[in-house]
């Protein structure tokens, strides 16, 4: 098992950027594939992105079109998501999460732990 805390949320204007983090307690971070989701208000949670264990791959969504990317930095114990060009529609709270069993974990059910939130907000 492995505690998740995001931070970096925040209230940005259209087209600004902000970086959110996901600190990892445990020993056994670099066992974990790690990603990224964001949850509407009344909408499903979606898949962000997610980045292996060694890093070596990282896979975004394609509705991002690029503007997000995700990176881990296992001696930091840490996972970063890098938002650029931000848009209203990427309003929502956003939660990391690992997953230990599945390689490449799109849906939600593929993780294990996950972390409280941190709201995003942009506005226009």
């Known amino acids: 098992q492995v505690q998740l805390v995001e931070s970096g949320g925040g209230l940005v204007q259209v087209g600004g950027s902000l970086r959110l983090s996901c600190a990892a307690s445990?020993?056994?971070?670099?066992?974990?594939?790690v990603g990224w989701f964001r949850q509407a208000p009344g909408k499903e949670r979606e898949f962000v992105a997610f980045?292996?264990?060694?890093?070596?791959?990282?896979f975004s969504a394609d509705s991002l079109q690029g503007r997000f990317t995700i990176s881990r930095d296992n001696v930091k114990n840490t996972v970063y998501l890098q938002m650029n060009a931000l848009k209203p529609e990427d309003t929502a709270t956003y939660y990391c999460?690992?997953?230990?069993?599945?390689?490449?974990?799109?849906?939600?059910?593929?993780?294990?732990?996950w972390g409280q939130g941190t709201q995003v907000t942009v506005s226009s």
């Open positions: 980045v292996s264990r060694s890093a070596a791959i990282k």
């Open positions: 999460a690992a997953a230990s069993e599945v390689d490449a974990p799109k849906r939600p059910a593929d993780y294990t732990d």
């Open positions: 445990g020993r056994t971070f670099g066992s974990y594939v």
